[in-house]
T-cell receptor, first 111, second 109 residues
Framework: DADVTQTPRNRITKTGKRIMLECSQT?????MYWYRQDPGLGLRLIYY???????NKGEISDGYSVSRQAQAKFSLSLESAIPNQTALYFC??????????FGPGTRLTVL | GEDVEQSLFLSVREGDSSVINCTYT??????LYWYKQEPGAGLQLLTY?????DMKQDQRLTVLLNKKDKHLSLRIADTQTGDSAIYFC?????????FGKGTKLSVKP
């Protein structure tokens, strides 16, 4: 079984809809991250959490919110999706070594 | 702010060596990483180097670190078509990782 799972893997939605992307991990890591990937822009950090009570904004947090429901779960929400949020979204986890383990990604399309 | 730069594309012939270069700005980075992303997949850690090392070799992979110039390179010997992917350089200390934009490696038969 995969250590970091993301659901859904693909999602098409309309402008203005609320969307939640979920991430679960079985690695026992305290640190979790959400990134988005756009062609030519690499990975940009949206939010990160170093433990259940810790939430931090990343480089591009506007338009997004997160919830750390448990050590193993970190969800990303788009309260009112817009077309320029169309991207590939990755969840990652890390322990103290800072090596990050990535989920398979969620491809989100906002029409 | 912290930045990691790498060229966007590299094309090589099968059997040749590939060298992917990266420059970074944060001299306090403890580790430097190379991640590989195959089409349709997430990122997988390929290798990493501790900041007090100059070189690390792992089978076909050689990582060179020039800390003075803040330059990191990844050499893939005997490049195969299965090495075609996007390669990300990343730097990190105690906090988050900063990723480069990725170098797309194309391997021609």
């Amino acid at each position: 079984d995969a250590d970091v799972t993301q659901t859904p893997r693909n999602r098409i939605t309309k402008t203005g809809k609320r969307i939640m992307l979920e991430c679960s991990q079985t690695k026992g890591h305290d640190r979790m991250y959400w990134y988005r990937q756009d062609p030519g822009l690499g990975l940009r950090l949206i939010y990160y959490s170093f433990d259940v009570k810790d939430i931090n904004k990343g480089e591009i947090s506007d338009g997004y919110s997160v919830s750390r429901q448990a050590q193993a779960k970190f969800s990303l929400s788009l309260e009112s999706a817009i077309p320029n949020q169309t991207a590939l979204y990755f969840c990652a986890t890390s322990g103290f070594s800072n090596e990050q383990f990535f989920g398979p990604g969620t491809r989100l399309t906002v029409l | 702010g912290e930045d990691v730069e790498q060229s966007l594309f590299l094309s090589v012939r099968e059997g040749d060596s590939s060298v992917i270069n990266c420059t970074y700005t944060d001299s306090s980075s403890t580790y430097l990483y190379w991640y590989k992303q195959e089409p349709g997949a997430g990122l997988q850690l390929l290798t990493y180097i501790f900041s007090n090392m100059d070189m690390k070799q792992d089978q076909r992979l050689t990582v060179l670190l020039n800390k003075k110039d803040k330059h990191l390179s990844l050499r893939i010997a005997d490049t195969q078509t299965g090495d075609s992917a996007i390669y990300f350089c990343a730097e990190g200390g105690q906090g988050n990782l900063i990723f480069g934009k990725g170098t797309k490696l194309s391997v021609k038969p």
